[in-house]
């Protein structure tokens, strides 16, 4: 009988908070910092502020190998727990609702940038690898479909490197932009999430653009993005048909695969969500969870604007990085134009 990982797991829980601390430790001072800057401009909140001070620090000097452990902590772990979080501020009911009501909106919008990293990106003459990726990061969840797809289409660390660079930079200007967007247009809160979960794709840039907008406007936009995240699954499958074909051989399509797919914060938001449901978590926690939520947020988007490396998206090329901006019209406008024609505004 091994006993050894179970024995072994104190020390081995010592040794990564020793690798994480001191990372994680300068996110949550940014966060800090971000938050009393939103005390101070509530149009703005602790998001916002919070990606432009790690960015710029990052400019000055990149995490070096101490920091960067915590840093990539905060901006991926944080972050999904603070997903999990804001479960407690649904019903299972309305994640349904929301659900059905921003599947036509969001499929159209899913299509329409597929579509368009297909034939743009082939008329740019751009690798067909990077172009997918591109695509999918775009289309459906950021780093999350980039890193769900990669191993299907069996892409080098190169491309995903430079996609989920190029996806970032432009999740960031939706960041600071779409906010008085929505402002611009009228947009009530419930619009705004639908817009904001649709149209931005990366989770934490959706968190932080409808956290800017309205704390109203979160709920809604992130249950959108989640179903919007589910999206990884049919197209991973696709994708692994597609190489199955073309090569004769490829990703093996089985349940398990299948399951693997799913997001591990998805799971964690709807059970909390259900704990809200049945009035577990009585109101009282709730807003505390939001709180908590909202710090952790500032939190992993000072993790994010850490890691930003500007320099590998200049040196990579231009070209790929048209095709980002140009792919991120087309939701915007997709997604707008959808939103139009349902009637959200």
């Avoid at 109203?216 to 696709?238: E, H, N, Q, W, Y």
């Avoid at 199955?244 to 964690?268: M, S």
């Amino acid at each position: 009988m091994q006993v050894s990982p179970v024995a072994t797991l104190p020390k081995r829980l010592v040794g990564r908070g020793r690798e994480i601390w001191p990372g994680l430790a300068v996110c949550v001072l940014i966060a800090a910092a971000a938050a009393v800057i939103g005390r101070f401009v509530p149009l703005v909140g602790s998001a916002i502020p919070a990606v432009v001070i790690g960015v710029a620090i990052s400019l000055v000097r990149r995490p070096n190998a101490r920091l960067s452990p915590g840093v990539t902590y905060a901006s991926k772990f944080v972050l999904q727990l603070a997903v999990v979080l804001l479960g407690s501020q649904l019903s299972l009911q309305s994640i349904v609702t929301v659900g059905a009501e921003s599947l036509p909106v969001m499929l159209v919008s899913l299509v329409v940038c597929l579509l368009g990293a297909f034939l743009i990106g082939r008329a740019m003459r751009i690798e067909r690898d990077i172009r997918t990726l591109i695509g999918v990061g775009t289309g459906i969840c950021g780093a999350s479909a980039i890193a769900a797809v990669s191993p299907v289409i069996r892409a080098r660390s190169s491309d995903i490197a430079y996609a989920i660079s190029t996806v970032f930079l432009f999740n960031i200007l939706a960041v600071m932009i779409f906010p008085f967007v929505g402002h611009a247009l009228g947009m009530t809160p419930h619009a705004f999430g639908l817009f904001a979960g649709t149209a931005v794709n990366d989770t934490s840039s959706v968190v932080a653009a409808a956290g800017v907008f309205s704390a109203s406007a979160l709920g809604f936009a992130v249950v959108v993005k989640l179903v919007r995240t589910l999206m990884i699954i049919p197209i991973s499958v696709a994708l692994a048909v597609v190489e199955a074909r073309r090569e004769g051989q490829g990703q093996r399509i089985t349940a398990g695969w299948l399951l693997r797919l799913v997001p591990w914060f998805l799971v964690g938001f709807l059970l909390v969500a259900g704990l809200a449901s049945t009035g577990i978590i009585a109101p009282p926690a709730a807003s505390i969870l939001n709180e908590i939520s909202v710090f952790l947020v500032a939190t992993a988007l000072a993790g994010v604007g850490l890691s930003t490396n500007i320099a590998a998206i200049r040196t990579a090329g231009l070209r790929p990085l048209a095709l980002g901006g140009i792919l991120s019209l087309i939701v915007t406008g997709t997604t707008l134009g959808m939103m139009f024609v349902t009637g959200h505004i």
